[in-house]
């Protein structure tokens, strides 16, 4: 049977998520005591709650603070793509490649703006995607980015102006 993770937010008792497989659960004083957590990533991710509020955590013995309130990232946001569109920094772009496609980067990004964009349908080769610049850099090049590859996955990280959208 799950049990639910709730954490006091200094009001009342918000329900965060449940107890995961290993039987890790919030105690009645909203620390989580003597708990391993273990795996290849070392991470929870989608507790529920994005934020933290007046919380502390111990990290091997030492006292952590966070005050006011820590934004926990969520991470990047999926869109399905069957249609030219102007992309938004941290999203991953599916791109329905069934006919060729324009995707246009941010007029304003900032340092470190992240984009992902996947062909979805295998057939880029053929129906090609055009990553317009929006007239900013590419890797440096006053021109637009095409994908002709089947199957082909690329990010788009913002580096500032001088060379603008690196492609890794």
Same mark, same amino acid.
């Given at each position: 049977m799950a049990k639910i993770i709730r954490v006091w937010d200094g009001t009342e008792w918000q329900n965060v998520g449940v107890a995961l497989p290993n039987a890790l659960t919030i105690d009645g004083t909203q620390t989580l005591t003597n708990k391993t957590i273990s795996g290849s990533s070392n991470t929870i991710s989608n507790i529920g709650n994005s934020s933290l509020t007046n919380s502390s955590i111990t990290i091997n013995g030492s006292a952590v603070s966070l005050g006011g309130s820590v934004s926990i990232p969520t991470g990047p946001t999926a869109q399905a793509v069957s249609s030219n569109i102007t992309m938004a920094a941290n999203y991953n772009y599916f791109v329905d490649t069934t006919a060729a496609r324009t995707l /246009? &980067?941010?007029a304003s990004p900032s340092l470190g703006d992240i984009i992902s964009i996947h062909d979805a349908s295998g057939t880029a080769? /053929?129906?090609n995607i055009t990553v317009s610049?929006?007239? &900013?850099?590419i890797n440096g090049s006053n021109e637009d980015l095409i994908v002709d590859v089947n199957g082909a996955a690329l990010t788009l990280i913002y580096t500032g102006s001088t060379y603008g959208w690196t492609v890794r």
């Open positions: /246009t &980067l941010p080769a /053929t129906y610049r929006n007239s &900013l850099k």
